[in-house]
Structures are given as C-alpha cells and as structure tokens.
Nanobody
C-alpha cells in the first residue's frame, strides 16, 4: 500500500502562484511514477502532470505547459507541483496519484493509488 497526502492548496488571485505537495508513505517511493490530476465541479478528472520514478521524464497537459512544474524528492518521499500564472479555469480539486507504470500515470486516470484531494481556487 502507498498512502498519499496532499497539501498546499488554497485561494489565490488570478496570475498568482501556489505550490502543492504530496507526501507518500508505505512502499518504496522511488519505485513509483507520480502524477497530479484535477477535477472541476461537473467535469471529469483530468491529467495535469506526471514524473517518472527517476525524476527524469516529465509530462504535462497542454493547458498547463509552461506554467506548472512537477518535481520529486525521493529522499523525502515527496512530489510537488509548482503552479504559476494561475487562471480561474485552474480551479479544481487536485489529486496526487502513484503507479509503478509511468505510462499509466501519464496517459490514464487508472493509477493504483490516489490521495484524498485538495482544493485550489483561483479568483478572477
């Protein structure tokens, strides 16, 4: 089992920044690719960003490229999402996800482990 706990969400004005963190516990963190997803009210959950187990390849949704950066610290069992130039359409509940397959995390919503989610609200 892998437990994931998100932190760092909140309310920010349009154009502002937030940094989300996800703390992992349980199995060996470095065995897992990690990702961030989001779900706005009335919409399906969508992919935001993913990072391989090694921290090398990263993947982003087109809507966040150039604004969001995913990173991981295997020594601290954390994955972060730096969100800059936030827009009202970024408002959603953000979820951390983990899977042993990078392709599963980066291309599907079927990751094996999920956090409970954290609210990000961007006001206009």
């Amino acid at each position: 089992q892998v437990q994931l706990v998100e932190s760092g969400g909140g309310l920010v004005q349009s154009g502002g920044s937030l940094r989300l963190s996800c703390a992992a516990s349980g199995r060996t963190f470095s065995d897992y690719a990690m990702g961030w997803f989001r779900q706005a009210p009335g919409k399906v959950r969508e992919f935001v960003a993913a990072i391989s187990w090694s921290g090398g390849p990263t993947y982003y949704a087109d809507s966040v490229k150039g604004r969001f950066t995913i990173s991981r610290g295997n020594a601290k069992n954390t994955v972060s999402l730096q969100m800059n130039s936030l827009k009202p359409e970024d408002t959603a509940v953000y979820y951390c996800a983990a899977d042993q397959s990078t392709s599963v995390v980066a291309t599907t919503t079927r990751s094996h482990y999920w956090g409970q989610g954290i609210q990000v609200t961007v006001s206009s």
